[in-house]
């Protein structure tokens, strides 16, 4: 956090990140990246501004001609005990309808998945950020390892160079 207001990064632009997968990007070679709406109640809206939230295992699934995020976690708010909400529910994403006939096709026929990579608040409105991606195999992921480790010793190079 920085100082003055306690505003978080990005604040400058009216977004406030709740969370981040961290293990989608490697886990999955993302492709393509939207932004969706999200479908909540005020406990979940209370819920998700205290940061009481899990995006591990979580995916979005088309139905029909909507899209859900599915087994997002969203802690139950104290608060609200009687009128809280189901933690595991599935939750309705929010997005235009050639968006959606898009997505839906890739993900039925090519094998794509999409895997909600943050949750955000923009301008007061929460969003998530969603990639179209595909999974990657175990040697994949120790190419992306190395590769990685290749870039930061180049980059450490080139930093003790300017010295």
């Known amino acids: 956090m920085s100082k003055g207001g306690g505003k978080a990064k990005g ?13 989608a990007r490697f886990e999955f070679q993302v492709e393509d990246t939207y932004e969706a709406g999200l479908a909540l109640t005020g406990s979940e809206v209370k819920s998700l ?13 088309p139905r029909g001609v909507e899209l859900f995020l599915v087994n997002c976690r969203i802690g139950e708010y ?9 933690p595991l529910r599935d939750r309705k994403l ?6 959606i006939d898009k997505i839906r096709g890739k993900v039925e026929q090519r094998g794509y998945t999409l ?10 409105w929460a969003k998530v950020e ?21 870039k930061r010793e180049m980059d450490r190079a080139m ?3 300017r010295r």
């Open 159 to 161: 930093s003790r160079k």
């Open 78 to 86: 104290g608060p609200a005990a009687f009128f809280g909400h189901a």
């Open 130 to 150: 969603l990639g179209l991606a595909k999974g990657r195999k175990h040697e994949d992921r120790r190419d992306a390892i190395a590769e990685r480790e290749t």
């Open 94 to 99: 929010l997005m235009k309808r050639e968006e």
């Open 115 to 124: 895997v909600p990579l943050s949750i955000y608040f923009k301008q007061g």
């Open 49 to 61: 501004r205290a940061g009481n939230l899990s995006l591990s295992d979580a995916y979005a699934q």
């Open 11 to 23: 604040a400058a632009d009216g977004t406030k990140v709740i969370a981040t997968n961290r293990r």
